[in-house]
């Protein structure tokens, strides 16, 4: 097909369509069917519902099974984050990387599929679909994002993004209503149990992924080739982070901001990672159905993020960015403190609307934050956020390994969440040290 001219309006739906088909990976893989059923693997129960085992074992070593995902989740981020650079400068500098873009998807997607077969007998299986599966979807943002500003224009890009975010959010919750209704009424499709139409839930996710990405790789251009691959393309994503990194020298205040993000972070992206574990085996559901209120719990983080991220932005146009940073963490201990003591589905509702609503907030004026720092004029603001984005990623390593390490010792997800108390602390410490140039609110004229 002859490729679309910049701008067209086709081309950008079909850009923006890539995110209804790979966040259904998000919302079913990472935040509710596959934690449900693989806690529901790994756990035993008695007759009261009490949690009598919940150990696992892999290669010959028992591991709490919270502490394995994790443990699985922190490797998968970190090849993620070294792999970034790597990627960051072949979808930069090479013309094909519409290949690259379906390879990680097709790997994800694939891996998204292979959960079917997950089980005790062959875990290792499991974690490494599950491991695929995250990378697969991580990588194939690296080179979707990069074709951005081939595809729209300046003044397209807010508004197309925003589509895409959106579509996705759609998309992905319509694929879980379905797999919720399969799996409550299993009856009605001939099934015995509710647990082959969970494991189907896995296929149709990776499907709706594939299916649904070939009307963006219909449109795409293959990308624009500027130079062949060679080794000093391949480690220019690293010269770029090194060259940030000096930077960051002659930067105070984007330096101290960054030591607070990154600590403060680690614990944010955590809490959201573990939310609906910490709900399978930390809440007495009694005769509660534990899958539909974990499902609901999910939705209501979701669409509460939104309301989240508007308030905090308007909060931080009176008040200021630092300030209400300061004040969203220490929001974020008072939940931590009162997740401890979560027990009824009731109080992990609000536990998950409190959540809901300072996510959207801290994840939007985070990255708004740093993006007022980066020094005016500056040409190269990719690196800068690639920076940003590792940062992240390494950030989230340390935190599921902490988690992990915490949960493992103490045998409770709840001591793990407590842990997490210590780096918003001290996010709050380093906030309080960051210089307030160009962040403060602006004055009204009188």
């Known amino acids: 097909m002859k490729n679309l001219p910049k701008g067209s309006k086709k081309l950008l739906n079909a850009w923006a369509f890539y995110d209804w088909a790979n966040s259904v990976y998000s919302l079913v893989i990472a935040s509710t069917v ?32 919270d502490s394995l995902i994790s443990y699985v989740t922190a490797l998968a981020f970190l090849v993620v984050a070294v792999m970034s650079p790597f990627l960051s400068g072949i979808a930069d500098y090479v013309g094909n990387k519409k290949n690259f873009l379906k390879f990680f998807c097709y790997m994800g997607a694939l891996s998204c599929i292979g959960l079917f077969w997950f089980d005790l007998e062959n875990l290792w299986f499991g974690l490494l679909c599950y491991f695929l599966a995250l990378v697969g979807f991580w990588a194939s943002l690296v080179f979707y994002n990069s074709y951005l500003p081939d595809i729209a224009f300046p003044e397209q890009q807010d508004k197309v993004s925003a589509k895409g975010f959106s579509m996705g959010y759609i998309g992905s919750v319509i694929l879980l209503v379905i797999c919720l209704f399969m799996i409550l009424n299993f009856e009605l499709f001939g099934f015995e149990d509710s647990a082959f139409p969970t494991r189907l839930s896995f296929v149709l996710t990776g499907v709706w992924w594939i299916g649904f990405s070939q009307i963006t790789y219909y449109y795409l251009p293959k990308g624009n ?25 002659h930067n105070p205040q984007l330096k101290k901001y960054l030591r607070a993000f990154f600590v403060y972070s680690m614990a944010v992206q955590t809490v959201m990672l573990i939310a609906t574990y910490f709900g399978i085996e930390e809440v007495n559901w009694a005769g509660d159905d534990s899958t539909i209120g974990l499902i609901v719990s999910i939705l209501l983080i979701q669409l509460v993020a939104i309301a989240g991220a508007t308030i905090t932005s308007r909060l931080s146009e009176k008040f200021g960015n630092i300030n209400i940073l300061i004040a969203v963490n220490l929001v974020w201990i008072g939940i931590c403190i009162y997740a401890f003591f979560v027990r009824t589905p009731m109080q992990f509702y609000i536990a998950a609307g409190l959540v809901g609503l300072v996510m959207g907030g801290i994840q939007t004026l985070s990255r708004s934050t740093y993006s007022k720092m980066i020094p005016e004029g500056t040409l190269d603001t990719a690196s800068f956020f690639s920076f940003y984005d590792v940062s992240e990623k390494i950030g989230i390593v340390i935190g599921m390994l902490l988690y992990g390490m915490v949960a493992q010792v103490f045998g409770s997800i709840r001591y793990s969440v407590l842990f997490l108390t210590a780096f918003f602390f001290i996010g709050v410490i380093l906030l309080l040290r960051v210089p307030r140039e160009h962040l403060q609110p602006k004055k009204e004229a009188v």
């Open 34 to 65: 596959f934690p449900i059923f693989y806690a529901a693997l790994t756990i035993v129960k008695n007759e009261q519902g009490e949690i009598v085992d919940d150990s696992v074992q892999l290669l010959g070593f028992d591991f709490n099974n």
């Open 225 to 249: 080739k500027k130079q062949t691959l060679s080794n000093e393309v391949l480690f220019n994503g690293f010269k770029e982070l090194k060259k940030i990194w000096n930077s960051l020298q």
